[in-house]
Nanobody, 111 residues
Framework: QVQLVESGGGLVQPGESLRLSCATA????????MGWYRQVPGKQRELVAQ???????NYADSAQGRFTISRDNVKNIVDLQMNSLKPEDTAVHYC?????WGQGTQVTVSA
């Protein structure tokens, strides 16, 4: 198991932004596609965004145009910039890579 450490969740109002970060070990980070997923109670975990080692990205339809995933191969961090947040973005967000999951960070969007 690879340790993935997430940070950046919180409570925001609709229309505001949050930036999630996920850090992992250097010898793992550079070899794997990294992704952010989210899950609400009673539903399956779903992909939000992915980024390959070469920087190619893939977004869920719900995230396209609002969220940006990026990776820093020096700091070994993958970030998810979330703009124009909506109440339906409320979920526990998980970092994934190297067949491992982070512990999850809560994002709550509410007026």
């Amino acid at each position: 198991q690879v340790q993935l450490v997430e940070s950046g969740g919180g409570l925001v109002q609709p229309g505001e932004s949050l930036r999630l970060s996920c850090a992992t070990a250097k010898n793992i980070f550079s070899r794997y596609t990294m992704g952010w997923y989210r899950q609400v109670p009673g539903k399956q975990r779903e992909l939000v965004a992915q980024i390959t080692t070469g920087g190619s990205t893939n977004y869920a339809d719900s995230a396209q145009g609002r969220f940006t995933i990026s990776r820093d191969n020096v700091k070994n961090i993958v970030d998810l910039q979330m703009n124009s947040l909506k109440p339906e973005d409320t979920a526990v967000h998980y970092c994934h890579g190297a067949y491992s999951w982070g512990q999850g960070t809560q994002v709550t969007v509410s007026a």
